[in-house]
């Protein structure tokens, strides 16, 4: 092989060496913040594993804040009786008219279904809730979760079909988590004061340490600096970038599936409790739910 040659055989190479390592390094992307070492990242740092038992949960963040951005995140849940656990996945900002997104994922008895939990808070504010069943076995395998968050909307969706939007429409007076940039958080913790058939089934500790796996974690953001304020082009490196959430909604398929998830798998909506709010429904569940 000519010099020249060879030389194009090793930049092909390196980049591939990049790629590989690109999609996600959770010890370049996160800091685990709580677990006193229950919290574990393999040494490829391709997968972390977040582990509860009575004493502590565990659980880590994102590097970076977020000013807007594409999140995806795959997770395998607590097998087998994970009653009592709530493993989670969400983006939040700080202080106390704070913004977040959430994912939740409460455990229960063995053979009964996990509850997918979701909420949005703007400013403070929350009580959004929207839960859904999952049409899969969350503990069996991988399966990606993401948050899309642009200035119109917020996107949620399991396994790419979206299952959840919430928009933006401060025009009707109702708030939207917009100015506040935040990070992505991961737990695992014990709250079965609650979590699992309204709190009656409690967390079986014979059974710990419980475990809950992620993976793949891709932010495709814009990374928010108080020095220079929010930069698209210095995101995470060499994470998969196409920008593409930017302006990204539904299209008919997408509300196709939005319609066939939520007529078969949802089962609470705030916008559906009547006996909660009295009647007086917050302000956005009188608008679309679509678009
Ligand atoms: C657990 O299973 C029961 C019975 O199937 C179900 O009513 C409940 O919604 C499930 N999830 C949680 C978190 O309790
Ligand atoms: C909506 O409310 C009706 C009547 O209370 C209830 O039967 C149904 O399960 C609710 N659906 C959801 C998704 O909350």
Known sequence: MS???MLKLCILMA???LEASAACNFYRDVKINFGDGRAKIDKSGQLLTLSLDKLSGSGFE???EYIFGRFDMQIRLVPGNSAGTVTTFFLSSQGERHDEIDFEFLGNASGQPYTLHTNVYAQGKGNREQQFRLWFDPTAAFHTYSIVWN???IIFLVDGSPIRVFNNDEGAGIPFPKNQPMKVYCSLWNADDWATQGGRIKTDWTLAPFLASYRNFNPDACVWSASTGSSCASRSPDSINTQAWQTQGLDAKGRNRMRWVQSKFMIYD???DS???NGRFPAECRRSRFL
Do not use: W
Request: hydrophobic share 15%.
């Open 3 to 5: 010099p020249s040659g």
């Open 15 to 17: 980049s591939f060496i």
């Open 62 to 64: 994102s590097e970076y």
């Open 151 to 153: 200035p119109r909307r």
């Open 270 to 272: 705030y916008c559906n």
């Open 275 to 277: 006996t909660r709010f």
